[in-house]
T-cell receptor, first 114, second 111 residues
Framework: DAGVIQSPRHEVTEMGQEVTLRCKPI?????LFWYRQTMMRGLELLIY????????DSGMPEDRFSAKMPNASFSTLKIQPSEPRDSAVYFC????????????FGSGTQLSVL | DQQVKQNSPSLSVQEGRISILNCDYT??????FLWYKKYPAEGPTFLIS?????DKNEDGRFTVFLNKSAKHLSLHIVPSQPGDSAVYFC??????????FGQGTRLTINP
């Protein structure tokens, strides 16, 4: 059982650069979530997918953020252009069914934008 | 607009004593509540949950209490152990699968 796999674990980039975060959900899970953790706001939901379809992206901060899920085993979160205020830990999580359920989180990507 | 609030950023408890972590929410439509535990450099992991039709759920050393009239829930850990030192997140379900999390409380268990 590999769990949710995120890459990279750490990303350091300069302001204005494009950043792409990657996620492989647990096989068989049909829902995928992207969260951002900050000290002030805790874990914020950015976007989630059901069966590869984006359901709610109301948490995406602005147009600089985009997310895709081209198939059931892969998702990306892209920031273009990146800004220092985007520095945070980004988590991907997956869930096995619709409705109330427990989320299984990856280890996160620590993003630092200088 | 924080719908789920954990007002204590940190808590320190002596080993063997009871740890009580608190969480308040504002959305009366929340119908399911969960607690997650997070160690450094790891993702959060599910700990315990409670449906809004109940007021208590127990699992070993962990008990969650829900007070709907006060829109308040709490997590009790007894007895507290050093391995319980972690950040604890309260979360609430807002329909479908959308979980809304609080800011987290860092629990430190002192030997």
């Amino acid at each position: 059982d590999a769990g949710v796999i995120q890459s990279p674990r750490h990303e350091v980039t300069e302001m204005g650069q494009e950043v792409t975060l990657r996620c492989k959900p647990i096989s068989g899970h049909n829902s995928l979530f992207w969260y951002r953790q900050t000290m002030m706001r805790g874990l914020e939901l950015l976007i989630y997918f059901n069966n590869n379809v984006p359901i709610d992206d109301s948490g995406m901060p602005e147009d600089r953020f985009s997310a895709k899920m081209p198939n059931a085993s892969f998702s990306t979160l892209k920031i273009q252009p990146s800004e220092p205020r985007d520095s945070a830990v980004y988590f991907c999580a997956s869930s096995p069914r619709q409705g109330v359920g427990k989320l299984f989180f990856g280890s996160g990507t620590q993003l630092s934008v200088l | 607009d924080q719908q789920v609030k954990q007002n204590s950023p940190s808590l320190s408890v002596q080993e063997g004593r009871i740890s009580i972590l608190n969480c308040d929410y504002t959305n009366s439509m929340f119908d399911y509540f969960l607690w997650y535990k997070k160690y450094p450099a790891e993702g959060p992991t599910f700990l315990i949950s409670i449906s809004s039709i109940k007021d208590k759920n127990e699992d070993g050393r962990f008990t969650v209490f829900l007070n709907k009239s006060a829109k308040h829930l709490s997590l009790h850990i007894v007895p507290s152990q050093p391995g319980d030192s972690a950040v604890y997140f309260c979360a609430a379900n807002e329909g479908a699968q959308k979980l809304v999390f609080g800011q987290g409380t860092r629990l430190t268990i002192n030997p």
